[in-house]
């Protein structure tokens, strides 16, 4: 049975960094495109960036360009979001997404969902 695990978030000032990981067992990644998304107070779940399964193909959300990188260990079958520079409107819960295909984008109602890692962006 597929088990995923979102950790790495926690407390950051403005224009710190956090990296987000996503460990994934009992299941392959190798062949599945993995996202992230998040979902803060209030707002509507959305997606914040998706790496195709063989990294050909990287989709990143506007408001996290430049800012965030995404990017996958298949031998460790986890993925992972390094965020920079970071704003208080990224607060949010982050969640780890796998596609159904290995390609980008992931439809967010393809999606069975974690418990997700709280980000809080606050001096």
């Known amino acids: 049975q597929m088990q995923r695990v979102e950790s790495g978030g926690g407390l950051v000032q403005p224009g710190g960094s956090l990296t987000l990981s996503c460990v994934v067992s009992?299941?392959?990644?190798?062949?599945?495109?993995v996202g992230w998304f998040r979902q803060a107070p209030g707002k509507e779940r959305e997606a914040v960036s998706c790496?195709?399964?063989?990294?050909?193909?990287?989709y990143f959300q506007d408001a996290v360009k430049g800012r965030f990188t995404i990017s996958r260990d298949n031998r460790k079958n986890t993925a992972y979001l390094q965020m920079n520079s970071l704003k208080s409107e990224d607060t949010a819960v982050y969640y780890c997404?796998?596609?159904?295909?290995?390609?980008?984008?992931?439809?967010?109602?393809?999606?069975?969902w974690g418990q997700g890692t709280q980000v809080t962006v606050s001096s």
């Open positions: 790496i195709s399964s063989a990294a050909r193909s990287i």
């Open positions: 009992g299941f392959s990644l190798d062949y599945y495109a």
């Open positions: 997404a796998i596609g159904v295909t290995g390609a980008c984008p992931i439809s967010i109602d393809s999606v069975s």
